[in-house]
């Protein structure tokens, strides 16, 4: 059981590149979200999905795009990345309250 | 919009010590709040969790209380050790999002 998986671990863009960062999880959990943490900002949330095919917005949503075709998958897309999205992005899924995390992917944008 | 606030962000004890960690939190219209922990460059671990009907929760040596009415949680670990380094992370959680404090640095010496 592997839980939350997030890929990759460690990314450096160049401003204005895209990219796709994957989650994928085990559990049959129908929410699915995505945070940013940044250092003394604790993690926001950017977007979450309820289940196939339903995704909304968070609380940081610009410059991120997400789908959710199947109930395995979450990936959140940056379409053209910017210096302010350096960050470290979380992947959470969840069963009602019971929620699990991914070990996270540190994305640098220069 | 909810704000979540910890105090204080940084703490170093020695081993042995009690020690208790604060959140607050603007709205108190909550459906829970967990206390998470994040080991450096892993992703979040929950600790406790607390039905916005409780007022506290056990789990070894940690105890969490809600205060609901005044915006308030806090975070009891006793005779710390240096396994607890850490940081802690409080989480108010209501409509599929949760609202993250920025955390306390938890530094137990031997």
């Known amino acids: 059981n592997a839980g939350v998986t997030q890929t990759p671990k460690f990314q450096v863009l160049k401003t204005g590149q895209s990219m796709t960062l994957q989650c994928a999880q085990d559990?049959?959990?129908?929410?699915m979200s995505w945070y940013r943490q940044d250092p003394g900002m604790g993690l926001r949330l950017i977007h979450y999905?309820?289940?196939?095919?339903?995704?909304d917005q968070g609380e940081v949503p610009n410059g991120y795009n997400v789908s959710r075709s199947t109930t395995e998958d979450f990936p959140l897309r940056l379409l053209s990345a910017a210096p302010s999205q350096t960050s470290v992005y979380f992947c959470?899924?969840?069963?009602?309250?019971?929620?699990?995390f991914g070990s996270g992917t540190r994305l640098t944008v220069v | 919009k909810q704000e979540v606030t910890q105090i204080p962000a940084a703490l170093s004890v020695p081993e042995g010590e009690n020690l208790v960690l604060n959140c607050s939190f603007t709205?108190?219209?909550?459906?829970?709040l967990q206390w998470f922990r994040q080991d450096p460059g892993k992703g979040l671990t929950s600790l406790l969790l607390?039905?916005?009907?409780?007022r506290e929760q056990t789990s070894g040596r940690l105890n969490a209380s809600l205060d609901k009415s005044s915006g308030r949680s806090t975070l009891y670990i006793a005779a710390s050790q240096p396994g607890d380094s850490a940081t802690y992370l409080c989480a108010v959680y209501n409509f599929n999002k949760f609202y993250f404090g920025s955390g306390t640095k938890l530094n137990v010496k031997p």
């Open positions: 959470a899924s969840s069963s009602g309250s019971d929620y699990t």
């Open positions: 999905s309820v289940g196939a095919g339903i995704t």
């Open positions: 709205d108190s219209a909550i459906y829970n």
């Open positions: 559990m049959n959990h129908e929410y």
């Open positions: 607390i039905q916005s009907s409780q």
